[in-house]
Antibody
Framework: QVQLMESGPGLVQPSETLSLTCTVSGFSLTSYNVHWVRQPPGKGLEWMGV???????DYNSALKSRLSISRDTSKNQVFLKMNSLQSEDTTTYYC?????????WGQGVMVTVSS | DVVLTQSPATLSVTPGERISLSCRAS??????LHWYQQKPNESPRLLIK???QSISGIPSRFSGSGSGTDFTLSINGVELEDLSIYYC?????????FGAGTKLELK
């Protein structure tokens, strides 16, 4: 069955770089798009960016200067890297499969930015 | 960017009643408007795709309507398990955007 699972550090120091991994199963990264979406505690959902099935990427313009999304199709993994983290980046990060709509989501990983 | 405005922000409900939630887009998104339910400490769950298409496994009391800029999610006979936050999302153009959500609470 389709599954997505985010992994990464729960705590990141301010100004450092966040690295997250989304490991997928039950589908191919070359057939489906995978997005990153984040949600601050008690707040709404923010789209961050996408790894298209063809291998290209698009980013939220508000994050574009700090964000990079890549993948390893042999490992069924999509990666997120975001630098210069600040307290406002304390949030839950989700990866989600998209076919015009987000039909499967990971469980999310909570990341706290703090010294 | 397409701004999605959801109303009301909070809705107090009584089990069994029929309710409607609104999502208005700042420009036309055709029918590329989808609805999600999110319960505390859970990931969002797809409820309705393309404004009105049902999703396998989702109770039939959930339905959607609309096109262009005005959309509605209806719940026909609210149940206690429906007390959640509901988000709309447009997939018509990048950046994909979400509404701020409508929270259903018990009256």
């Amino acid at each position: 069955q389709v599954q997505l699972m985010e992994s990464g550090p729960g705590l990141v120091q301010p100004s450092e770089t966040l690295s997250l991994t989304c490991t997928v199963s039950g589908f191919s990264l070359t057939s489906y798009n995978v997005h990153w979406v984040r949600q601050p505690p008690g707040k709404g959902l923010e789209w961050m960016g996408v790894m298209w099935s063809g291998g290209s990427t698009d980013y939220n313009s508000a994050l574009k200067s700090r964000l990079s999304i890549s993948r390893d199709t042999s490992k069924n993994q999509v990666f997120l890297k975001m630098n210069s983290l600040q307290s406002e980046d304390t949030t839950t990060y989700y990866c989600a499969r998209e076919t015009w709509y987000f039909d499967y989501w990971g469980q999310g990983v909570m990341v706290t930015v703090s010294s | 960017d397409v701004v999605l405005t959801q109303s009301p922000a909070t809705l107090s409900v009584t089990p069994g009643e029929r309710i409607s939630l609104s999502c208005r887009a700042s420009e036309s998104v055709d029918t590329y408007l989808h609805w999600y339910q999110q319960k505390p400490n859970e990931s969002p769950r797809l409820l309705i795709k393309y404004a009105s298409q049902s999703i396998s496994g989702i109770p039939s009391r959930f339905s959607g309507s609309g096109s262009g800029t005005d959309f509605t999610l209806s719940i026909n006979g609210v149940e206690l398990e429906d007390l959640s936050i509901y988000y709309c999302q447009q997939g018509n153009s990048l950046p994909y955007t979400f509404g701020a959500g409508t929270k259903l609470e018990l009256k």
